[in-house]
């Protein structure tokens, strides 16, 4: 993660780094905004040039993410997104933890869906000015990484910019604060019902080249699934497009029967066998 938001001097300086790097994408939530960020954020991209016929940036975009996405899937969600470490800090505070009923949860899961098809890709496509620019929808009403690793260190660091806060800083700041306090007691509200990157990165984890495999151990006891913060049933759906292969499942197994895998790998063994 400190090598997503090296730029050390933003944070002094209270600037934006605007360099070449910013053209490059990671998979994960990291505002374009943050004073320490290094490089672009893939959603906030999309959203800018998806409907122009003069910039194929967003084709670059979508692209790359779905190599990382066909590489790994969800592991970006686990291992490297600022926003998802923040929700993860905020879900080791000792406070009494609500499970999402399993009927509410079915519904909420698919709203990240929505935004992901709405926000970032259709209004974006249809709404755009006479250079084929588009606003970021889901940037500029929604996404509270932005609040969070943008605009409250800008603002703390360069007093003459508040100045220029209004209704929709105030709005945003009610999502962090209303996702902030969900963190405390849901785990990762943002990224289970909210996140369109997710959404993005979710559709590939059946297919992924990493992976996780039960292997013929396997004894049904659905340990893996009472210790899945996600309340995925991992024992049935290893590779849910809802898992961001935290590694909590593997621990929790008595049996030792969920296992990481490359699907690369598998073929391979099939392959031996096979010859056998």
């Known amino acids: 993660m400190l090598a ?17 790097m910013k053209k490059v994408c990671m998979p994960v939530l990291n505002c374009y905004s943050c004073p320490g960020a290094l490089f672009g954020c893939p959603i906030g991209s999309i959203q800018a040039t998806i409907g122009s016929k003069k910039f194929n940036f967003a084709f670059y975009v979508v692209g790359l993410l779905s190599l990382f996405a066909i ?15 923040f929700q993860d800090l905020l879900d080791k505070i000792p406070l009494k933890k609500i499970k999402v009923p399993q009927k509410v949860n079915k519904v909420l899961k698919n709203l990240k869906y929505f935004i992901l098809v709405f926000f970032v890709f259709v209004l974006p496509f249809a709404l755009q000015d006479k250079y084929g620019m588009s606003d ?13 690793f943008g ?16 209704a929709l800083f105030g709005l945003k700041f009610t999502i962090l604060t209303i996702i902030t306090m969900l963190s405390m007691i849901f785990y990762r509200p943002f990224c289970r019902y909210l996140c369109p990157l997710g ?5 590939f984890n059946p297919i992924s080249l990493y992976r996780l495999k039960i292997n013929d151990k396997c ?29 909590e499942c593997i621990k929790a197994c008595p049996v030792k029967a969920i296992e990481h895998s490359f699907l690369f790998t598998e073929n391979n063994k099939l392959q031996a066998k096979a010859e056998r």
């Open 4 to 20: 997503l938001n090296g730029n050390l001097i933003g944070f002094l300086r209270g600037q934006i780094y605007k360099g070449p």
């Open 71 to 85: 590489a790994a899937g969800r592991f970006f969600c686990g291992y490297l997104c600022p926003f998802g470490l």
């Open 136 to 148: 970021p929808y889901f940037c500029k009403y929604i996404c509270p990484s932005g609040i969070l």
């Open 151 to 166: 605009a409250i260190p800008l603002i703390s660091i360069n007093r003459a910019l508040t100045s220029s806060l209004g």
């Open 199 to 203: 959404a993005f990165l979710g559709m």
């Open 219 to 247: 004894i049904k006891c659905r340990k893996c699934e009472r210790t899945c913060k996600l309340d995925i049933p991992t024992y049935k759906k290893p590779n849910s497009p809802e898992c961001i292969r935290c590694g």
